[in-house]
């Protein structure tokens, strides 16, 4: 590179750095406003974070950031980047342009029109009154497809959500792999809900002290490679993982005494996001880069640890007797195959955030086809609640019995964040894919789990997923990682397997 090149380059990376040096303060922040920030301070607590963003903001969107996409956008000056520096300049360029079109004070609207409408929401779940929260989503509504005008429609106006969370991802590509996925997962639910095979757990009745799930989930973690010199375990309500750079990637978790569950699978599915930050090129740090390369991606990682690994057999086969160390009265008498079971039964259940591995991905379905229908069929919001329960009858055979276990159930469409749920879907499809090769390529993968050896499969993992970051698009990981394009195939077949062996089907 020419030596006016390198220093305008220079400066371009120096802006870059300023950036995330703020999103990683106000990271923090947040962080530690959730974790047990004094409730004193939290008031200006939040003027702060407001006035960190906007200068994050700013400077995004400043014209010194516009002449230094203008140059290096430039094909001749492109030519001269390497793979990985012009990733960041289209990364860099999709942000900029995003927040470009808006214009300012629509996007403040916008803002303080989504604060007020979780407020709402949160009113309106408890107590089940559609039509109160009603005004505010069809707000929302309105307003994105406005946006999504000044933001360009791609192909059809739900593909420019879509591709906010998961990069290149389109309405076309979604509906072939739903549809295949749903005709494999409806019967297979079907014929669950069908089998006689009910065992009864009584010592999921049991209560189990937070002192011991806590020195399990430490354990699980420390097993599964997560470093908690680069990171850190806390309590929250809601469980969540937050990387700040990939030396810094804290995780927390719940304890309820009365689910033994819940703290050990929210532990491995947060423990799955941070093995991902954690394992980042450290050469990408302090560039947008340094993060996982879409939802879909990073639901994987969470997933492929919850489930894939935690909920298999071999995983409690090692595993069981140091739960039961930490609980001998509790699990007197429990065996490792008894244990497995209890943490696959499959119910169809009305709250997503509740169902099982199989059912979750029906709940997603549903979502994903209303929100494509409010995008690009005009669907009028108060129709919502007829049509919510219309496709919970038809896929999972139950009705909501009101509308706050039915269309009011998930705060995400409150808050604007409409084309992010399939991402949960994805993540499952992913993780089922890569777990396909990555049987195929660490053939006594079984084994490895049996005996508690976890760290091959993070290595593995860390080599083909992990460092790359953002500097691999999603598809590109997937095609890299399989040789082939998304597969719906093995998630239903990984699927079909572990549960015509637990409820003894024949399929
Ligand atoms: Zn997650």
């Known amino acids: 590179m020419e030596q006016q090149l390198q220093e305008q380059w220079n400066g371009f990376r120096q802006l870059v750095s300023r950036i995330g040096s703020y999103n990683e303060a106000v990271g923090l922040m947040y962080w530690d406003l959730r974790t047990g920030a004094p409730r004193k301070g939290a008031e200006q607590r939040a003027e702060t974070i407001g006035l960190l963003s906007t ?44 927040n470009r079109k808006v214009p300012a004070e629509e996007f403040q609207a916008y803002t303080i029109l989504t604060s007020k409408s979780e407020t709402q929401w949160e ?31 791609k192909d059809t106006p739900y593909d420019t959500l879509l591709d906010m969370y998961e990069p290149d991802l389109t309405v076309e590509r979604l509906d072939e792999v739903f549809d295949r996925l749903k005709k494999r997962l409806v019967p297979l639910a079907e014929a669950i809900a069908a089998s006689d095979i009910k065992p009864k757990m009584p010592f999921l009745d049991a209560t189990y002290p937070k002192e011991g799930q806590k020195a399990f989930s430490h354990f699980i973690l420390k097993e599964m490679g997560y470093d908690f010199d680069a990171g850190r375990l806390d309590e929250t309500v809601h469980p969540f993982a937050t990387g700040l750079n990939p030396g810094d990637v804290r995780i927390t978790t719940h304890y309820h005494e009365n689910d033994v569950l819940s703290a050990a699978f929210s532990s491995l599915h947060e423990g799955g996001h941070a093995l991902y930050e954690q394992n980042i090129d450290p050469k990408l740090t302090g560039t947008p880069l340094a993060q ?41 008498g429990v065996t490792p195959e008894q244990f497995h079971f209890a943490a696959n039964r499959v119910e169809n259940s009305l709250i997503r955030i509740e169902a099982d591995e199989l059912t979750y991905n029906l709940h997603i379905i549903i979502r994903y086809e209303i929100e494509k229908m409010l995008f690009n069929e005009d669907l009028d919001v108060k129709k919502l609640p007829e049509v919510w329960n219309a496709k919970y009858e038809s896929y999972l055979g139950i009705t909501p019995p009101n509308n706050s276990q039915g269309v009011l159930q998930d705060v995400h469409w409150s808050g604007g964040s409409f084309g992010y749920f399939a991402s949960y879907s994805l993540g499952n499809m992913y993780a089922a894919q890569i777990m396909h090769t990555l049987r195929k390529e660490l053939t006594n993968y079984d084994e490895l789990i049996e005996q508690g050896n976890l760290l091959p499969i993070k290595e593995w993992l ?43 089907l024949k399929l």
């Open 55 to 98: 200068e994050a903001f700013k400077l995004g969107t400043s014209e010194e950031m516009g002449t230094y996409l203008d140059l290096f956008t430039q094909e001749a000056n492109l030519a001269e980047l390497d793979e990985v520096d012009r990733r960041l300049v289209e990364t860099v360029k999709k942000d900029y342009d995003l």
């Open 462 to 504: 860390t080599e083909k997923v992990y460092r790359f970051g953002k500097s691999k698009k999603p598809a590109e990981i997937i095609f890299d990682v399989t040789g082939e394009e998304l597969n719906p195939d093995y998630l239903a077949d990984y699927l079909e397997q572990k549960y015509a062996s637990l409820y003894n």
């Open 292 to 332: 996982g390369t879409s939802m879909g991606i990073h639901e994987s990682q969470s997933r492929f640890w919850e489930n894939m690994v935690g909920r298999s057999l071999p995983f409690w086969q090692k595993y069981f007797s140091e739960l039961q160390k930490q609980f001998p009265d509790q699990l007197r």
């Open 123 to 153: 009113d309106a779940k408890e107590s089940g009154d559609f039509e109160s929260f009603e005004p505010y989503l069809s707000e929302i509504v309105a307003t994105l497809r406005k946006f999504i005008g000044y933001w360009g429609a």
